[in-house]
T-cell receptor, first 115, second 112 residues
Framework: DQQVKQNSPSLSVQEGRISILNCDYTNSMFDYFLWYKKYPAEGPTFLISISSIKDKNEDGRFTVFLNKSAKHLSLHIVPSQPGDSAVYFCAATGTVRTNAGKSTFGDGTTLTVKP | DGGITQSPKYLFRKEGQNVTLSCEQNLNHDAMYWYRQDPGQGLRLIYYSQIVNDFQKGDIAEGYSVSREKKESFPLTVTSAQKNPTAFYLC???????????FGDGTRLSIL
C-alpha cells in the first residue's frame, strides 16, 4: 500500500516554460510535505517544504501547493531551466505518534528540461 | 564544511556474508536515517534513530541491523538474512522531526 504516489514517472518541458510535478497521498496523518531533487550518483537534496497549515509556499522559482481535501500537492517550477533536469521526490511526514520522525517517499518523477 | 559521509561508494558482498556500511555526519543532527533505493523506486526507510542509543525499525528492517553509540555515527549492517541486498543505500540526518533531511551520496551494494 503506497501512501505517497507520484503517478508520472517522467516529464519533459521546454526551457522557460512551467514544470508541474504532482504528488498524491493517502494517509491523513501526514502534516508536513517536502520535495527533494536528486542528480545521478548523488544523494537527494532538499528543495522546498510545506506545512499542512498552509496551502502555498514559494521560494524563488519554486512553489509548492497543497490541497488537503484532495490529499494532493504539486511543485511548480517557473521558468524551467536545463539545470533543473533531475529526479524529484515528494515526501510526507507527520507529527503524531504513528508517523513521527518517519518520512515516506514517492517513487520520483524524472524531469527533463530541453534547451 | 558540514555534511554526511558514506563509505565506501561501492561495496561487493559474497553470499552469506555480513557487511557494514558507514555513515558519519558532522552537522550535529540528532536524527539519522537509513534508506534503500531500488531501480525506478523511491526511498524506503530501513531504520531511523532520533537520539543516541535509541533507534526504531522502519518499513523494511528485516535482514538489517544498526547501532547509534555516537551522535555522529549510524552504521548499517546488511546481514546474510537479507535475501536481496543488492541496492543503493542512502544515509540521512536531520536536526529533528519534521525537518528537511540531509543526505549522503550513497553506497551501492552488489552481490558477487
Amino acid at each position: 500500500d503506497q501512501q505517497v504516489k507520484q503517478n508520472s514517472p517522467s516529464l519533459s518541458v521546454q526551457e522557460g516554460r512551467i514544470s508541474i510535478l504532482n504528488c498524491d497521498y493517502t494517509n491523513s496523518m501526514f502534516d508536513y510535505f517536502l520535495w527533494y531533487k536528486k542528480y545521478p550518483a548523488e544523494g537527494p537534496t532538499f528543495l522546498i517544504s510545506i506545512s499542512s497549515i498552509k496551502d502555498k509556499n514559494e521560494d524563488g522559482r519554486f512553489t509548492v501547493f497543497l490541497n488537503k481535501s484532495a490529499k494532493h500537492l504539486s511543485l511548480h517550477i517557473v521558468p524551467s531551466q536545463p539545470g533543473d533536469s533531475a529526479v524529484y521526490f515528494c515526501a510526507a511526514t507527520g507529527t503524531v505518534r504513528t508517523n513521527a520522525g518517519k518520512s515516506t517517499f514517492g517513487d520520483g518523477t524524472t524531469l527533463t528540461v530541453k534547451p | 564544511d558540514g555534511g554526511i559521509t558514506q563509505s565506501p561508494k561501492y561495496l561487493f558482498r559474497k553470499e552469506g556474508q555480513n557487511v557494514t556500511l558507514s555513515c558519519e555526519q558532522n552537522l550535529n543532527h540528532d536524527a539519522m536515517y537509513w534508506y534503500r533505493q531500488d531501480p525506478g523506486q523511491g526511498l524506503r526507510l530501513i531504520y531511523y534513530s532520533q537520539i543516541v542509543n535509541d533507534f526504531q525499525k522502519g518499513d523494511i528492517a528485516e535482514g538489517y541491523s544498526v547501532s547509534r553509540e555516537k551522535k555522529e555515527s549510524f552504521p548499517l549492517t546488511v546481514t546474510s538474512a537479507q535475501k536481496n541486498p543488492t541496492a543503493f543505500y542512502l544515509c540521512a540526518s536531520s536536526p529533528g522531526f519534521n525537518q528537511p533531511q540531509h543526505f549522503g551520496d550513497g553506497t551501492r551494494l552488489s552481490i558477487l
